[in-house]
């Protein structure tokens, strides 16, 4: 609440921080017992309980595709053994609740999901990343969500996930999207693909991952290398940290060391998801 969170994104981080022995209807009590004197807070904690009672089994849903999926990282573990721990995990989630496991605050719901694609998808175009000349490359593509909603805004999309559970639903989602392409890949680096391949990267909610693995910086000089000159890069989210000027200083860090600029650097643009946003462009070009 004193984060000015969206009733669906506070749900979702207590689907994350609360264990499954505080029930849904549990919780629903606990906020209607609060007695905040501003008027706002008070409507919003009854949306809270209401939405927490009439939806129990969805929020116990959520609150097990969250559980899949770890941020531990066991001392000593290879980036490798991460990735592949990792996979295990969205492989889980996703089948517990495909639009839970890329956005927490769908609470399960495609609608929620499409109206934060929606979303995003403007923002993209905003800034110049759609057309039909361009050539993106998706990081961490999921479901293929977002190609489902840019295929007709691009030129191609060539999404890749470390899940063979995502893609195989992200395929079948863009069965009819003949632009889009999807691969599995190694989540190590982009040696998939050749130097100056694409016009834009985007990478919603996978940078966290990256982190976590510890491949992240490696991923930003994928990123300078695949891109053409003046092509940019949408990261939605760099990490999973308290501190947003954390993430400022090592995007921008490395940014520098690889040739690019910050033009984008921490913003919250959208109203029906918490994401942290950075713009990054490639030097050259026009």
Known sequence: MADGLSVDN??????????????????????????????????????????????????????????CVSHDLPDGEPAAMTVERLAGGFDRAAAISPAASVQLSSLGDEDRLSATTGEIALWLERQGMLGAHKRMLDIGCGIGRLEHALGAMAGSIVGIDISP??????????????????????????????????????????????????????????????????G????????????????????????????????VDGEMPFRSWDGTVFLIRRGGGT
């Open 10 to 67: 506070a749900l979702a981080r207590l689907a994350v921080h609360i264990d499954n022995m505080t029930s849904a209807a549990q919780l629903a009590d606990i906020a209607l017992k609060m007695r905040p004197s501003h008027v706002p807070r008070q409507y919003w904690l009854e949306e809270i309980a209401t939405t927490l009672r009439d939806n129990a089994d969805t929020f116990d849903a959520v609150r097990r595709a969250a559980a």
């Open 165 to 230: 559970g995502m893609i195989a639903i992200a395929r079948r989602r863009c069965a009819g999207v003949a632009n889009v392409e999807f691969r599995l890949t190694s989540g190590l680096d982009l040696d998939d693909f050749a130097d100056q391949s694409f016009d834009d990267v985007l990478a919603l909610d996978s940078f966290p991952y990256l982190m976590l693995a510890g491949v992240a910086g490696r991923h930003l000089g994928e990123i300078a290398r695949v891109l053409r000159p003046g």
């Open 232 to 263: 940019m890069a949408a990261i939605l989210n760099y990490s999973y940290r308290t501190s947003p000027d954390i993430d400022s200083r090592d995007i921008n860090g490395l940014a520098r060391a690889y040739g690019m600029h910050v033009l």
